[in-house]
């Protein structure tokens, strides 16, 4: 396991705002020398501390104007109902996070969908048509005054 200390914290931090950022200028923002900086960043790509880079995407520029968070409660608690139920959501394209939580629920989905008109298709003519489903309750984002996902 990497050990995570001050040098590394402040890697990770200006990796996590920008992810294209050169090596040098890492170097030069957390004060370390180009070549040390860039084998303590191989160290925690290799050691999977930092699994991937991203893009930011601007979803009012893909055509997304709806964001949900949407509860799924399933009719059964069994390994094969779960296991449908995640390969049902995987072909989604409009679920772009899927979480199995603790709690009333099983899942917590983040849904972006076009318009309302476009969720409501997907909430009634997917979602609820899956034999696994239950009980689905959505909330609405209206604004994301912070939100660090990459």
Known sequence: MTKIDSINEKILRELSRDGRLSNLDLADRIGLSPSACLRRVQELERTGVIRGYRAVLAPEKLGIGFVAYVTVGLKTHTKDA??????AVARAPQVVECHNITGQVEYLLRVE???LADYKH???EILGALP???AITTYVVMDSPKDLRA
């Open 132 to 134: 696994q489903v239950a």
């Open 122 to 124: 997907w909430h009634t």
């Open 113 to 115: 969908a076009a318009d």
């Open 82 to 87: 779960q296991e449908a139920f995640e390969r």
